[in-house]
């Protein structure tokens, strides 16, 4: 299991841009922020026991080393576009074909 040792925030600037700051320890987001609780049902057992923050979502994996907390804005717009883009549609015709001729050749 690997170490987080990278606290991101990601929130959104008066100009839409995406604001992105990193930070070293948990220790600036306690102060900048209040805790309401623990994660205790993270997939990643890595952020298990990471705080909870009013008015950020997250502790979220980003890669093997950092944990993102992000605002819901952001959270939202991001799901969004994620939600949005269409996995590449695979062709399986020439499986089919071959299935096909293998049982025809073999009747």
Known sequence: MAKKDTFRVVT????????????PT????????????????????ALRGMPVFRGLI?????????????????????TKEWGATKP???RRRAANKDAAETTAAAS
């Open 26 to 45: 948990l220790d600036p987001l306690m102060d900048q922020h209040t805790q309401i609780g623990i994660d205790d049902c993270s997939t990643d057992l």
């Open 58 to 78: 997250g502790p979220m994996p980003e890669g093997k080393h950092v944990v993102r907390y992000e605002s819901p804005d952001v959270f939202e717009a991001l």
């Open 88 to 90: 590449k549609r695979r």
């Open 12 to 23: 959104r600037g008066g100009d839409g841009s995406l604001l992105i700051r990193d930070y």
